[in-house]
């Protein structure tokens, strides 16, 4: 059957290759600030490499990975034309997620699709991966680009990515270490990092809160509030467990502080954390008071301002919190282990 008409090529589909390959070209320096001389060839191979021989050097080493995406802050990204931080959210969701167990992030790979390619917006978003990856000490070793037209729409993107890491066997941590007594030690976030953003445009759009709007309490408008980049403690964390005697971390993400603590505490213990001993960001009052969303649910769906959780024994605990203080992550006290069961759970009322 013979199709009239002229015949249809790639572009014609709203595809361009050549917009592909000028996106990489422009990522290219970015992407070479995270290179050690592990990594073997660059960008622009089917597959990235690193040498592993530096795994010679332990005893027992523990390959782990990690996986993640900053769910649905591409919209603010989006709709704000700004790129440059969304990849900075990225590493961190994947690599504070890796640190958890105690491994050095190695090399991470990412995944970004638009529904049209720009190489400058691809490319100022690969910008913010590389970024991620130097503040976290790993390398950016390969990735795909992807246009899917008719599938999102010209203006929109999603980015994810996945890290692996290595940790000694005898320096796993996890709850197998957690005891009672140990200390729980709360590292201040950033604001919302990539969690609830579902939620929280929901709330700014019954409110009608524009992401314009400079509301009093946040001192700065909505959009840059929304779009402040996930803090990255994966260097904080390794430097703390090399230091004291870390017995576990948890990263606070979907689900909250109790529940992601509670993925750390074995059976048989329980730790209370004292709201008392930390002031929630003003971002996090402006959304329970502008949605009326209660205090149970927004603990289930933000951070609240603590970004990560470490757990290590009670004579260690002063030492940490000097380290933290002296890398410039704010920290504090949250509670302690207890021989009880019930996990974890938040008591008191927060400063006014």
């Known amino acids: 059957m013979t199709v009239p008409g002229p015949g249809l090529s790639y572009t014609d589909a709203g595809v361009s290759i050549d917009a592909g390959d000028r996106a990489v070209a422009l990522m290219r320096a970015a992407i070479d600030r995270t290179y050690g001389p592990e990594v073997i060839g660059g960008i622009g191979g089917f597959a990235g490499l690193f040498d592993a021989s530096k795994l010679t050097a332990y005893r027992r080493p523990l390959l782990a990975t990690s996986t993640d995406g900053v769910g649905t802050k591409v919209v603010v990204a989006q709709r704000l034309g700004r790129y440059d931080t969304i990849g900075i959210d990225l590493v961190a969701m994947v690599v504070d997620d890796l640190v958890t167990c105690g491994a050095e992030p190695l090399f991470m790979t990412d995944y970004v699709v638009f529904g049209k390619l720009s190489p400058e917006r691809a490319a100022a978003i690969v910008a913010g991966v590389a970024e991620g990856c130097v503040r976290a000490g790993c390398a950016l070793i390969g990735g795909e680009t992807a246009e899917h037209p008719g599938h999102l729409a010209p203006d929109a993107f999603d980015l994810a990515g996945a890290a692996t890491g290595v940790v000694e066997a005898d320096g796993l941590l996890g709850p197998d270490r957690v005891r009672a007594g140990d200390v729980v030690i709360g590292l201040a976030s950033s604001g919302l990092h990539s969690n609830g953003y579902s939620l929280a445009r929901q709330v700014l759009d019954r409110a009608g809160l524009t ?59 329980a730790a209370v954390l ?12 402006l959304l329970a008071e502008r949605g009326g969303v209660d205090m149970g649910e927004m603990e289930r769906v933000f951070n609240m301002g603590v970004g990560m959780v470490a757990v290590l024994a009670a004579d260690d605990g002063d030492r940490a919190l000097r380290l933290l203080e002296a890398r410039g992550v704010a920290s504090w006290v949250l509670g302690e282990v207890s021989h009880q069961p019930g996990g974890a759970r938040l008591a008191g009322t927060h400063p006014a």
């Open 211 to 269: 992401l314009d709007a400079e509301p009093p309490e946040l001192g700065t408008t909505v959009g840059e509030e929304l779009l402040t980049p996930t803090a990255v403690y994966a260097r904080d964390c390794l430097a703390l467990a090399a230091d004291c005697d870390v017995h576990a971390f948890a990263h606070v993400t979907g689900g909250g502080l109790a529940a992601n603590l509670a993925r750390v505490l074995p059976p048989g213990t």
């Open 274 to 285: 004292d709201r008392g001993s930390w002031r929630p960001q003003p971002v996090f009052g």
